[in-house]
């Protein structure tokens, strides 16, 4: 261990030579998700403030998020919520080692896809 | 030549120097955040578009005061977490402590904002 290899070991594979497949598209997705959340977070956190502060202002923005544009980054929201959730229940499983083989992991993928979709047409069923 | 034991460099916690620490806590929080996520989108989505009224009712509740404290802490606990890993992969030098350091003023900050909308909705 101490004398362990720190300086040549193997690089990942570049992006321009990196045949795209559907692991990698989940994955890159499952990150851009994560990240685009806290732009759902702050829009979220931005309407309780405007509960919070009074009836004129709250419904200024009410009405800004329930707007045809608003119904979009809201809709566009859930959905990339249930898919990161969803991608975030794979990681889980595969970190007890299960589902790690190519044709479990890629039928997981398409699960997430399908699911996220699947989930958010229930949300705008229910919401 | 590394003069360093094994156990020396088990016990500084390896090169992250905090060990699977990262790892363990947004494991525990993904697992929160799995059951908070749906309780929280299925509390707070109703919500959305209805009158002012209602809503300062509705938010009075304790339950979904909680449920809207919880989702706020944890999820952007977890935020915090996960988007030290993406800048760390993608950053280096002083943009990558600008940017963990920025990130972490914006989650908490946030963190912080949202508490406060809704203690002052509880209270």
Do not use: C
Not at chain 1, 10 to 29: C, D, E, G, V
Not at chain 1, 113 to 127: E, H, R
Not at chain 2, 102 to 121: H, V
């Amino acid at each position: 261990m101490a004398d362990v290899n720190r300086g040549n070991r193997p690089l990942s594979p570049h992006l321009q030579i990196y045949r795209k497949q559907l692991n990698s598209a989940t994955s890159i997705l499952n990150r851009i998700t994560g990240v685009a959340m806290l732009g759902s977070a702050i829009l979220i956190v931005w309407w309780l403030l405007a509960a919070a502060t009074g009836q004129a202002y709250f419904e200024l923005v009410d009405g800004l998020l329930t707007s045809i544009l608003g119904d979009v980054i809201m809709t566009a929201s859930v959905l990339g919520l249930w898919y990161h959730t969803l991608g975030g229940l794979r990681h889980l499983i595969w970190d007890t080692g299960r589902g790690l083989e190519l044709d479990a992991a890629d039928r997981m993928g398409w699960a997430m896809i399908f699911g996220a979709v699947v989930l958010t047409l229930l949300t705008i069923l229910v919401v | 030549m590394k003069f360093a034991t094994d156990r020396k460099r088990v016990v500084g916690l390896g090169s992250a120097g905090s060990g699977t620490g990262h790892f363990w806590t947004m494991t525990v929080t993904s697992v929160a955040l799995l059951a908070l996520t749906p309780i929280f989108v299925f509390t707070f989505g109703p919500l959305l578009g209805q009158p002012y009224e209602a809503v300062i009712v509705a938010l009075g509740h304790p339950l979904r005061a909680l449920i809207m404290a919880l989702m706020i802490i944890v999820g952007l606990h977890h935020f915090r977490l996960g988007i030290q890993t993406v800048i760390e992969d993608y950053t280096g030098g002083l943009t990558r402590k600008a940017s963990l350091i920025a990130f972490s003023i914006i989650s908490y900050g946030l963190m912080a904002t949202g508490l406060f909308a809704i203690a002052k909705l509880a209270f």
